[in-house]
Every structure is written in C-alpha cells, then in structure tokens.
C-alpha cells in the first residue's frame, strides 16, 4: 500500500501538542490545529485556527520596557462538539475509561480520522468515529463529521456543539507575558438553524464571522449564549449497534475577503447553501488530488516517502493556490501555531524554489506581498539615510519591522535585547527569489510588472550600505548580521553589528549584476518606464559595476572564506563540553557567557554561499573581485564550519545537506534524514507544538529535486547533473519551467524525461553536459556516463 497516513494510536498528554500542530488541517487561506473538538486551551491542549495574513498589535509591558507585538491571531474556534452518556461528565480522554483512540491523518485527501472507545461508569461502551476537513475546494468552509455507535446500550445521549470566541494567544509559553487578547466586540446569534459568531480584531479592526450548521436526527435547543460563546444541544436517543451521525459545517469569514457584503450576513449564507458532507468531503478530495498530481515527488523508500508527502502535505496547506490571490507572505511556523508570531522571515528562500517548479502562480503571489511593502521598506531605508529598500528581518500585516526589542531566554529567564533586525541579507533572499521565478517561468511580464522594480530597489539599497574604504581599497559593509544568528557584535563592542560578513557582501555583488542584467532584459518600453520612475542614472549602475570588482571578502589564512571580518580571531569553544547543545546562545547566557566570543554558529552562514550558488557562479565572482581560490578552498570552507556548528535551526540540516552533496553523500543523506523528520521527530525539543518549520519542510524537498538531481535553470533551459546518495535508489517528479510540465525519474544509472504538456514547441534540456529539444509528448532518457538512449532503452 503506498503511505499516506501518518497514525497516532493511544492517547498521550504529553504528545498533544506535537500531534495538534502536525494533525492541522488548512487549505492556504485558513488551517486548524488538529485539537480534540471537546478540548478547551489549557496545559495538553490548545485548540487554534490562524487566518492567513490576520495580524493585530498589542502593546503589552515587560520588564519595565512598553514592548509592541504584531501577532497572527487566533480565531475563533469552530471546533467544539462534545458528548456525555446519561449521568456522565462531559467526554474527556484524560478522564474517560478509554477502550481504545486511534488519529489518523490521511495525507492524500486532508482528512483528520479519529476512533474513540470508551466505557462509562454504568458499563455502557460507546464507539466515536470523527472525519474532519478544512476544505480546499471552497476556502470559507470546514467539516466535523461524527458517528456514535452504542456498543452493548440502548439509551439518550447528549451532544453539544458550540462555536467560541474566548480565546487568546496563549499557545507560546515564553510569551505569556505578553498581551494575548486580540479578540473584541464579540456578539452571537441565530438565523433560523444556523449559528453565528462575530469578533473584531482589536488594532486592525478585522471583522471575523464564523457561522455553524449542525445536522442530527433530534433537534436542537440552545443551551449557551452570550457574546463569546453560543452552543446548541441535541438529545440523540441511540439504539443499540445502530449508528447516529452528527455533522457540523461551518463557514469563517473575514472582511478581509473578496465578494463579502457583510462578513455575518455572508458566512451564514455561504454555510446554508453548503453541500452536506459527503458531497463537501467529494469536492475536497477532487481539489487534493489535482494538487498531488502538480506535486508528484516519490522516493524508492516507503518510510522516506510517507515523511516526503507529509512535508509537502503541510507546505500546501499553508500556501495553496488560495494563497495565490491573498496578501500574504510565507509563515515561518505555517498556520500551525503561534511561534515567531506568525511572522515572515527569509523562509521563502527554501520554500520558494520547490513552488516556482510547480506551483509559479503561488510563488508570483508571495513575491507580491513583498512589492506591495515596497513603500514601508523604502521609508525604513530612508530613515537610516539609505537608498532603495530595507525590507524587515521580521514582517507581517503592513510591512514594518515587527522583529522585537527584547527576548526572553527561557533557560535563565532573562530578557535581552534582540539585535536580530540587522539581519539586512533578508532582502537578498527576496531579490534571489525573483531571479529563481523568471529563469523558470521565464516570463517577461512578470519582471516588467513588478518583478524587476522589486528587484532594482533592494540592489540600490545594498549598493548604498556598501561603502568604500580607502584603507582596504575595497567596498565594505559594516554594522549587520549574517544569517548564523549567534554573532550579533565584537566582544565587547558598545554597539551591535559586524562587517564584512562573507555571506552578504558575496551576494550583494551577485544582487547588483542580477540587477544590470534584469535592466538589460526589459523591453525597451518596460525599461524607460522603470528607470524613469525611479530615477534610475548611469553614474548610479556604474557604481554598481565597481561595487562588483572591489567588495570586500575575508579569508582565514589556509584560505578559508571568513565569516566576518575578524572572525577567526574568536576563542575556540570547547566542544566536548557543548556537543549536542543545540540552543548554544540560550546555554552560555545563563552560564554568563556570550556566543559572541566563539567561534560557533547556530546555523550555516558561509556555507549559504555553497547552498545559492554554484561553484561556477561563486568561482566567478570571487575572480571578479580579484581572490584568488585554489581548488580546495570550497570543501576546507564546508569543513571548518561542519565543525563549528551546532544545528540549532532546522534549516541548518537542509543547508548542510546541499553543500556535502557532491563531497560526502553519506554525510548529506544523514542531514537529508534529519530535516525530513525534523518535526515528526521535534528534534528541537517542544518547539513543532507551536507550530511546523514550513521553511525546512520545503527545503527537504528542493534538497530532493534540485540538489539530489543537480537541476538548474539556466537561459539556454533546463540543466541536471544528478548524483543521487547511495541510499536513494529512485527519484520521480514533475515539474513546470518555462510553460512545459516535465515528468522526470532518475536512478543511479540513468534519468528519464517526458514531456507531459501540450505547450512550447520544444524545451531544451542538457543532462550532464549532453543536450536534446524535446517536444510536446516527447520523451528522453540519458544513461548516466554512458551514451543518450532512445526513450524505450531505458525506464
């Protein structure tokens, strides 16, 4: 049988928070964490529905600071159905005699199962069998449907579904000092047999409407009612072995959304008109199946493959072709949870590439968020007396910087400054994004429209943070931080930042001739437009072009690329005492110490170098700017880091798998293995309850198609040089470039290439080096160091 279920048997207190965030149901404009029906917010449990892009700021006072936080807010929830036998409490699996539970989440149509049975105190045992969807054919509605069996009992039993607005932003503890309640103006209500609750936002005053039918063979009465809550009972009267099925839908609107009169008004009628939930669940499986068939990515592996399809499960229920026409950015946690506040980072550098080669329009989606934001990211620019356009470590609603002052360090309870906002290389991974989605699309209206105006405004900007010196000769950038995260300042320094860091300064010159090359793509027309409306000079792209040949990098003296300037005259950190210490910044704070003082990185930093660029193109740069490389100078500079970093983010196992790779595929196999579980397995130790690591779900995935298969897109087409590791014995996808759908499968020996489309006349491909036009329906297969074979020699 092929895996598609991801199985959780008995109930476990202490795993439900794991089980919540990765049993979350979502389609791309809404999800829902995988919480009980019956579970209210408290210490196992926390039910929680984020909308995406639904933001809201609170001001909150911590240590004796006013500190401002943006959170994604949690929505009222729609889930509430519980059950109670004659004389019984309300159902409880901590308090139930439980018989047997059983979750299973089916991964190819997004249906949550679950299987209750239990005994009550009477002896009467009673079977619960719930199927659940968030549906993906119509993103305003959801489904709870549940059948109660009287097992060995003839007799009444109570059901009570509710829709409640009593809850909080309480599912981070480290932010429980901080202001949660971001829900006002409640009101409820009936329209005949609908149930409706209504909640404003307290700051972005967005209206949110959820409206509930619920279908039972006894009718209902309400039994609750006030301006947070409204619940309705029903008296089932069950027969023996007979089965009785109750079915909650429920539409969540927000006036946020398109075609909404009034968002009250809209989901009660959306929610009446809704089929019932066979034919809901139908539609839903259609939508699922169309998106699997775009997301094909199959491993020999049976294990390997269920874990694939979980990671692509949960990327595209955060990011589905809903999300296309939404003003939303890429959650670092998904809408699974409320770590890093729902907040946008650089994930979309790891998420980005796995949807330009199959879902573009998604992508061309997230990237507009970014040009919308254009105006806050020029006024934070300008307001440091920069050009262009700084775009925040830390975004969400409205483009401002939402990274935080202060931070607590769980392990010493400490609030500290927060410095991370100097992680400027956040606008490189935005412009390397727009690059990546005209080489595969390669669509010049894209680049005309907004692409290139988002890209030449993040280039001015690194241009005028660089600065040239005439002591070094060299254009240099002071005063940021690169993506390691443990580096903030000098030891001892009375202000943050460093300079020179290897990782920005590299791809601020790869940035500013991506910048003149897009100048020379535009038609004629497209280009006198922008240049005009910017304000775009000569004298200014000249300056580009001398930035190209005069930044400066740091090398350690075997050759190594420093991290920064000064960075190997940092202390060595004893590793036998901190080996495995993943949160070293977190241990050495409350030891009194500082990573500022080691050597030790949290994540790959350099070694981004190696994982965004080839060694062609970083071969090329590095002679642009007049360094001389030896041979060996990529391997020492992967190996000197390896050494010295501690993995304490999730995306540092996808990094360090790309950039051994072609070194050591043993070691990159490991690194693959650990990112594929990483949230399955909470390798970080409680973090996934809060939410998945959307960033290093899908870099696992680009790791498989683009690294694995050494696919690259260049002008001239598509290009792969595959090595794939000792332990992959079959790769098989599909993908999308340049209006063609591709159907590739390679194994060790060879690699295959179909076309599947009806599109270009022909698509170039080159396979190590060797090239072919394919045709519509046209199919290729390569041996691997061997001669081109016709299709049929080789499957």
């Keep these: 049988m092929e895996p598609w279920t991801l199985t959780y048997e008995g109930f476990d207190p202490n795993d439900e928070g794991l089980r919540e965030a990765l049993c979350t149901l979502g389609n791309g404009r809404f999800a829902t964490r995988g919480a009980a029906p019956e579970a209210l917010a408290d210490e196992v449990h926390y039910p929680g529905t984020y909308i995406a892009g639904c933001y809201d700021r609170l001001v909150s006072t911590v240590a004796g600071y006013d500190v401002t936080n943006e959170d994604m807010v949690n929505a009222p929830n729609w889930l509430p159905l519980t059950f109670a036998t004659t004389g019984s409490e309300w159902f409880s699996p901590r308090t139930a005699h439980l018989l047997e539970y059983r979750q299973d989440l089916d991964l190819r149509h997004a249906v949550l199962h679950r299987f209750v049975r239990f005994r009550d105190e009477e002896g009467r045992i009673t079977a619960v069998r719930q199927r659940r969807l968030v549906s993906m054919a119509d993103p305003q509605l ?12 003839s007799g009444p039993l109570r059901v009570r579904a509710a829709l409640d607005g009593r809850v909080t932003n309480r599912g981070v503890p480290r932010y429980h000092e901080l202001r949660g309640d971001h829900l006002t103006a409640h009101a409820t209500g009936t329209d005949g047999d609908i149930l409706w609750l209504r909640a404003h936002t307290r700051t972005s005053a967005v209206v949110i409407a959820l409206a509930a039918r619920v279908e039972a063979r006894a009718p209902g009465h309400e039994v609750a009612r006030d301006p947070e809550l409204i619940a309705r009972e029903h008296v089932l009267e069950l027969d023996r072995g007979r089965p009785a099925v109750v079915v909650k839908t429920v539409a969540l609107v927000t006036s946020r959304d398109h075609a909404v009169a009034g968002p009250v008004e809209t989901a009660v009628r959306r929610v009446r008109l809704a089929p019932g939930f066979e034919p809901l669940l139908e539609r839903h499986q259609i939508a699922w199946d169309a998106l699997w068939g775009r997301a094909r990515l199959d491993v020999d592996d049976w294990k390997a493959r269920r874990n694939v399809r979980l990671n692509i499960f949960h990327v595209l229920q955060t990011l589905s072709p809903h999300t296309a026409d939404l003003d939303v950015g890429v959650p670092a946690r998904g809408l ?20 330009n080669l199959r879902f573009p329009e998604i992508a061309r989606g997230l990237l507009r968020y970014r040009w919308r934001r254009l105006p806050e990211a020029r006024a934070a620019a300008s307001a440091v007396g920069l050009a262009g356009a700084m775009f925040p470590w830390q975004s969400g609603g409205d483009g401002r910087e939402e990274t935080q002052a202060l931070h607590v360090n769980p392990r010493s309870g400490r ?5 991370s906002r100097l992680q400027r290389h956040v606008g490189l991974a935005i412009a390397y994004n727009v690059w990546q989605h005209y080489l595969v699309t390669g669509d010049l209206e894209f680049l005309a429209h907004f692409g290139a105006e ?3 405004e993040i280039a001015r900007f690194f241009a005028s943070l660089a600065r040239f010196d005439p002591a070094s000769g ?27 860091n290897a990782y920005t300064n590299v791809m601020t010159v790869w940035l500013l001739l991506r910048a003149q090359e897009t100048l020379d793509l535009l038609p004629r027309r497209a280009y006198k437009e922008l240049v005009t409306r910017l304000g775009l000079d000569a004298a200014e792209t000249e300056r580009w072009d001398d930035i190209t040949r005069g930044m400066r990098v740091d090398f350690h003296d075997d050759g190594v690329i420093s991290q920064f300037t000064g960075y190997a005259g940092l202390l060595e950190l004893d590793w036998a005492r901190y080996r495995g210490v993943r949160r070293l910044d977190r241990e050495l704070e409350a030891e009194g110490d500082s990573t500022n003082r080691y050597q030790a990185s949290k994540q790959a930093d350099v070694l981004m170098l190696f994982y965004l660029l080839t060694a062609r193109e970083l071969g090329e740069i590095l002679d642009r700017l007049g360094y001389r490389t030896e041979p060996g100078m990529i391997p020492r500079t992967i190996h000197y880091y390896l050494a010295r970093t501690c993995h304490g983010s999730t995306l540092s196992a996808v990094v360090h798998g790309w950039v051994l ?3 050591d595929r043993s070691g990159s196999w490991r690194f693959f293995t650990e990112t594929l ?9 409680g973090t996934t309850a809060e939410g998945v690591h959307l960033g290093a779900m899908a870099g696992t995935l680009d790791l498989l198609q683009r690294c694995y298969l050494g696919l690259e897109i260049r002008h001239d087409g598509l290009h792969l040089d595959p090595l794939l590791p000792d332990r992959l014995a079959m790769l098989s996808l599909r993908i999308r470039c340049r209006g063609a759908e591709l159907a590739i499968q390679a194994d060790p020996a060879g690699i295959e290439i179909c076309r599947a489309d009806d599109g270009p006349d022909t698509v170039a491909v080159t396979v190590c080096g060797r090239a072919a036009r394919l045709g519509p329906r046209e199919s290729r297969t390569f041996r691997l ?3 081109t074979l016709p299709a049929a020699g080789y499957v």
Excluded: K, S
């Design 142 to 153: 959801a489904a709870l449907e549940t059948t109660f069996t009287a097992e060995n009992w």
């Design 336 to 355: 699974h949870g409320e770590a890093y506040r729902g907040h946008v980072f650089w994930d979309e550098l790891f998420v980005l590439p796995w949807l």
């Design 415 to 419: 609030w500290l400054p927060d410095h």
């Design 454 to 456: 988002l890209l030449i």
């Design 474 to 500: 060299r254009y240099e950038i002071h005063g940021v931080m690169g993506p390691d995260e443990y580096h903030d300042a000098y030891p001892g320094a009375a202000l943050p930042g460093l300079d020179n």
């Design 661 to 663: 790779a072609r070194c």
């Design 677 to 685: 579980t990483a949230d399955l397995g909470d390798v970080q130790g």
């Design 785 to 787: 160091r061997d001669e």
